[in-house]
């Protein structure tokens, strides 16, 4: 994670999800944002650079190529190069968002706590709100302290989604291992 500015040259390119159209946008080679169709806070169509026209094309491939093993339950921690833009405290959130093990939630209290801000709940769930890569920087994996799905930037039945898929997928890979061992 690399942390810039967008004075360089932006692109994007719109890759197909079980989510739905994903819009991927770069700047000097690293993803900058990584947004759904009627996302909240999406920022507006003409700050995401020229189209491309080829998907694959750098570094969109990757992106690509990421994402659809993620969803075919092959991917579990994305390594591709991003650039976080946002105050110190969102990154922070963001940092720390991207150490929530797959399959697992922690609350908005815990995240403050870990990041070492405990009063700083609501901070965090707006920090949350602002993420810029969605999915592959995993804010679904934020909940309420109940555990109850609370607000999310691309709409509920999509952190639902995720949620459910990355525990099918964590559930299924624990079967298959203890399987094996028998």
Not at 80 to 93: A, E, K, S
Not at 131 to 154: A, E, F, M
Request: with cysteine; proline share 7%.
């Amino acid at each position: 994670m690399s942390i810039g500015t967008m004075n360089g040259d932006r692109t994007h390119v719109v890759l197909d999800s079980p989510l739905g159209p994903l819009t991927a946008v770069a700047v000097d080679g690293a993803l900058c944002g990584l947004y759904m169709e009627l996302q909240r806070h999406r920022p507006p169509q003409e700050t995401f650079g020229k189209p491309v026209e080829d998907p694959l094309a750098a570094p969109f491939g990757a992106v690509a190529e990421q994402l659809k093993a993620y969803f075919d339950g092959e991917l579990t921690r994305f390594d591709l190069p991003l650039t976080l833009l946002g105050t110190p405290f969102q990154r922070r959130v963001w940092a720390a968002l991207q150490e929530i093990p797959y399959g697992e939630t922690l609350s908005y209290g815990e995240l403050a706590r870990e990041i070492g801000s405990p009063n700083a709940s609501r901070a965090v769930g707006l920090a949350n709100g602002r993420n810029p890569i969605g999915v592959i920087v995993p804010c679904h994996r934020v909940v309420g302290s109940s555990g109850d799905l609370t607000g999310y930037g691309g709409g509920l039945e999509r952190k639902r989604y995720l949620l459910d898929f990355e525990r099918r997928v964590k559930t299924d890979a624990t079967v298959n291992a203890t399987a094996t061992l028998f």
